[in-house]
T-cell receptor, first 111, second 114 residues
Framework: EDKVVQSPLSLVVHEGDTVTLNCSYE??????LLWYKQEKKAPTFLFML????IEKKSGRLSSILDKKELFSILNITATQTGDSAIYLC???????????FGKGTLLTVNP | DAGVIQSPRHEVTEMGQEVTLRCKPI?????LFWYRQTMMRGLELLIY????????DSGMPEDRFSAKMPNASFSTLKIQPSEPRDSAVYFC????????????FGSGTQLSVL
């Protein structure tokens, strides 16, 4: 069964800190890995990664994929209180429309 | 664009009652997904429609759950009869058909079955 494991489950930091969120996966036919941010309710799309070693970047957020070691990381530099959210990792495997989500990392950024 | 619209936002019902959740996808999106989120299991895909046709309903927990998409702008998820273990947040998401899907989620329906 395809699986996505995220760590840590929760994290509390101070504004300005840099954080690294981890996502490891097991999948029979890997196609892509995606990151979502969930504030209050609806998850919103952050990144999709398909190739190993190529960093995706958006402002203070960046992500990279290691297909050999089957993991991805999401980095957030100079964190702000608005970064407080649940960060979800998901992969698509054999059924390319089906995303298997991890349980998420709850990030709390204190002023 | 208003995004994916779900109703109701909250639903509290008693065990045995019928529950209907509604979703209006983003105009022009031809794929629609219903997900359920719980603390224990995270986000799970219930059913996937493409061009209004159900493609994969293997995630629907049991026969008490049914979903329809009568046209491109409306979908329903029905639970009949509801049970306390159905309590969860139900999300509808749509995408424009690229694979894997870049999902746009609605705000969800918080369902509590007493």
């Amino acid at each position: 069964e395809d699986k996505v494991v995220q760590s840590p489950l929760s994290l509390v930091v101070h504004e300005g800190d840099t954080v690294t969120l981890n996502c490891s996966y097991e999948v029979t036919n890997f196609r892509s890995l995606l990151w979502y941010k969930q504030e209050k309710k609806a998850p919103t799309f952050l990144f999709m990664l398909t190739s190993s070693g190529i960093e995706k970047k958006s402002g203070r957020l960046s992500s990279i994929l290691d297909k050999k070691e089957l993991f991805s990381i999401l980095n957030i530099t100079a964190t702000q209180t608005g970064d407080s959210a649940i960060y979800l990792c998901a992969h698509s495997g054999g059924s390319n429309y089906k995303l298997t989500f991890g349980k998420g990392t709850l990030l709390t950024v204190n002023p | 664009d208003a995004g994916v619209i779900q109703s109701p936002r909250h639903e509290v019902t008693e065990m045995g009652q019928e529950v209907t959740l509604r979703c209006k996808p983003i105009s022009g999106h031809n794929s629609l997904f219903w997900y359920r989120q719980t603390m224990m299991r995270g986000l799970e895909l219930l059913i996937y429609f493409n061009n209004n046709v159900p493609i994969d309903d293997s995630g629907m927990p049991e026969d008490r759950f049914s979903a329809k998409m009568p046209n491109a702008s409306f979908s329903t998820l029905k639970i009949q009869p509801s049970e306390p273990r159905d309590s969860a947040v139900y999300f509808c998401a749509s995408s424009h058909g690229s694979l894997p899907p870049k999902l746009f989620f609605g705000s969800g329906t918080q369902l509590s079955v007493l």
